[in-house]
């Protein structure tokens, strides 16, 4: 069972480049999140989507966009990289209904320069 | 302002004894609450969770307690083994929206020494 899958895992960008995160889910799930996890901050969410072709800002929606034209996809993009968005990103994704158990994907670790 | 915390970054428990998790919120409209445990270089995964209609859920070894009054919550870990070394969030939601979002607090790195 993949359930849900993070590419890459690892990037090293330099300050001003763009590059997209691609999650992708087997669960048919409804709900997709994108968090991203600093040390000291837990994990705070960027976007999220309820629906395919839907997005929503989170917490930390910044310089960052998102987008969900399949259900199973969820694409974080970066269209200018600066150094505060150093980070391990994670995208999640859970279904509809009162169960918020989310399901993690392994994480992204991303580092500006 | 962080409105979920984890006060304590760290703890050590000698294996098979109690590991005792701590967490505290300020918004009294979360009303589910849920324990996530992260190892390394992998993504968190779901423990266990409580509504604010209880004050106890239990699932084998783990048992979280919520006291609304206090805004506190706490995950019990009895036995503790090695395998429970990880770090662990706890995580607060609010029904509302099309969608719950969880606030999670930093985390705590629990540590079992064999």
């Known amino acids: 069972n993949a359930g849900v899958t993070q590419t890459p895992k690892f990037r090293v960008l330099k300050t001003g480049q763009s590059m997209t995160l691609l999650c992708a889910q087997d669960m048919n799930h409804e709900y997709m999140y994108w968090y991203r996890q600093d040390p000291g901050m837990g994990l705070r969410l960027i976007h999220y989507s309820v629906g395919e072709g839907t997005t929503a800002k989170g917490e930390v929606p910044d310089g960052y966009n998102v987008s969900r034209l399949k259900k199973q996809n969820f694409l974080l993009g970066l269209e200018s990289a600066a150094p505060s968005q150093t980070s391990v990103y994670f995208c999640?994704?859970?279904?509809?209904?009162?169960?918020?158990?989310?399901?993690f994907g392994s994480g992204t670790q991303l580092s500006v320069l | 302002d962080q409105q979920v915390k984890q006060n304590s970054p760290s703890l050590s428990v000698q294996e098979g004894r109690i590991s005792i998790l701590n967490c505290d919120y300020t918004n009294s409209m979360f009303d589910y609450f849920l324990w996530y445990k992260k190892y390394p270089a992998e993504g968190p995964t779901f423990l266990i969770s409580?509504?604010?209609?209880?004050d106890k859920n239990e699932d084998g070894r783990f048992t979280v307690f919520l006291n609304k009054s206090a805004k506190h919550l706490s995950l019990h870990i009895v036995p503790s083994q090695p395998g429970d070394s990880a770090v662990y969030f706890c995580?607060?939601?609010?029904?509302?929206?099309?969608?719950?979002?969880?606030?999670f607090g930093s985390g705590t790195q629990l540590t079992v020494l064999p």
């Open positions: 999640a994704s859970n279904d509809r209904g009162p169960n918020e158990k989310l399901f």
């Open positions: 409580i509504s604010s209609i209880k």
């Open positions: 995580a607060a939601s609010i029904s509302s929206g099309s969608a719950r979002q969880l606030t």
